[in-house]
């Protein structure tokens, strides 16, 4: 049974230094159990039946698809108004026909309902440092619901229930990060086929073209999609801040230009953009998308709120690491900035601030009588209400 916190049990009996220096980004990794309730802790079709019963689910948290082509969502859903809001719940009935009928039914982001599937999609975003979607699909038997594409993320596949029979083609655009295009792309025979029975894992990394169908009886997986960050990220994120150099807001005569001289020009700017970049912002950049989706650092955070105001110089706070933060300071203050908001201290309370910033676990009064004159437990309060430090229970 797959231990939910533990990536090495994803891929288990392969090993994690295998599988990050031979296959990620590189190639598939089948991974074959002949154990049909390796992922019953995480999910079984009994859970997906009760699911698809709810009265309550509305699209698209449900999305059908039939032989390459998404249903119209009118097909299966039913609208309520709610407070002059218009809101499209899933009807049942019209979902169970159209799946008898062949389709598909996609559910996005089920880890929103599953406890055990949001500590597991936590769990791969917090060891990847990357961005993790959880798709299932419910496939009825003889049926396809994507035609042969590659995707732009790196894809886990768990065969939940029953079993799919899976192609791999090739990979006509290396670590790509447009959506595939079809049209330009001659079909070959495939490189891989095989039958993903239940307690399997299949590994697809971005690129890699494929297509699955079930045979005669109902498949069930589970998908985890990565969302890498690429050079092409970064140096976006680099061209953002040539604004605030000078030599970029220049302008010159197109019309003269010549080719050696604007392939001249175009080098020295990019040398002089390289000198310039605030490289330690651009780090905390990246590191803060992945704190927007880091669930860990939630964790025990709306009992923080119950109880921050309630802290006395007895109490022990504690160093929320995942919380990706960055202090700048002017004439007048010192600015934290978290998330997408920013916070303003005196510049007194520099040292304070960036001591609290560093240490793991403190007291609060032990605190204060190192920093006499200054108010450590409203500072903490402060850091308490966004996210920074949690309080020690």
């Known amino acids: 049974m797959i231990n939910a916190h533990n990536f090495h049990s994803v891929i288990a009996p392969a090993m994690e230094e295998d599988f990050h220096t031979n296959y ?14 390796y992922f019953s802790s995480l999910l079984t079709m009994s859970d997906m039946a009760d699911y698809l019963e709810r009265k309550d689910t509305v699209y698209p948290h449900i999305r059908m698809v039939k032989d390459g082509i998404q249903l119209p969502n009118e097909l299966y859903t039913k609208n309520t108004i709610i407070r002059d809001q218009v809101i499209e719940v899933i009807d049942n009935e019209k979902l169970f026909s159209l799946f008898e009928d062949g389709a598909s039914v996609v559910c996005q982001q089920l880890q929103i309902t599953f406890p055990v599937l949001y500590e597991f999609t936590r769990l791969l975003s917090n060891y990847f440092k990357l961005n993790v979607g959880l ?36 990979m006509p655009v290396p670590s790509p990060i447009k959506k595939f295009d079809k049209k330009t792309w001659a079909m070959p025979e495939p490189t891989l086929e095989v039958e993903l029975k239940q307690g399997d894992t299949l590994y697809i990394p971005r690129g890699l073209v494929h297509d699955a169908t079930t045979a005669s009886n109902t498949s069930l997986h589970i998908t985890m999609g990565l969302s890498v960050e690429t050079w092409v990220d970064i140096f976006n994120s680099i061209n953002l801040q040539s604004a605030s150099i000078e030599s970029f807001r220049k302008t010159f005569n197109w019309s003269q230009v010549t080719e050696e001289e604007l392939k001249n020009t175009i080098h020295k700017l990019a040398l002089e953009l390289v000198e310039n970049v605030d490289y330690n912002k651009l780090l905390a950049d990246i590191k803060q998308k992945h704190e927007r989706v880091n669930y860990e650092v939630h964790s025990g955070r709306f009992n923080d709120l119950l109880n921050h105001k309630n802290l006395d110089n007895n109490s022990v706070v504690f160093l929320r690491k995942q919380a990706i933060t960055r202090l700048t300071e002017d004439v007048h203050s010192i600015n934290l900035a978290i998330r997408d ?44 209400k966004h996210g920074v430090l949690g309080i020690k229970s």
């Open 24 to 37: 990620f980004e590189k190639k598939a990794l089948l991974i074959q159990r002949n154990d049909p309730e």
């Open 135 to 170: 798709n299932t699909y419910l496939t009825p038997a003889v049926a396809q619901a994507f035609d042969p594409h590659y995707d732009t993320h790196d894809v886990f596949i768990l065969q939940v229930y029953g079993s799919k029979m899976w192609r791999l083609y090739d």
């Open 341 to 384: 908001k920013d916070v303003k201290f005196r510049l007194s309370e520099k040292s304070l601030i960036n001591e609290m910033l560093i240490t793991d676990q403190f007291s609060i009064g032990e605190m204060q009588t190192k920093y006499t004159g200054l108010s450590v437990l409203k500072a903490v309060k402060t850091l308490i």
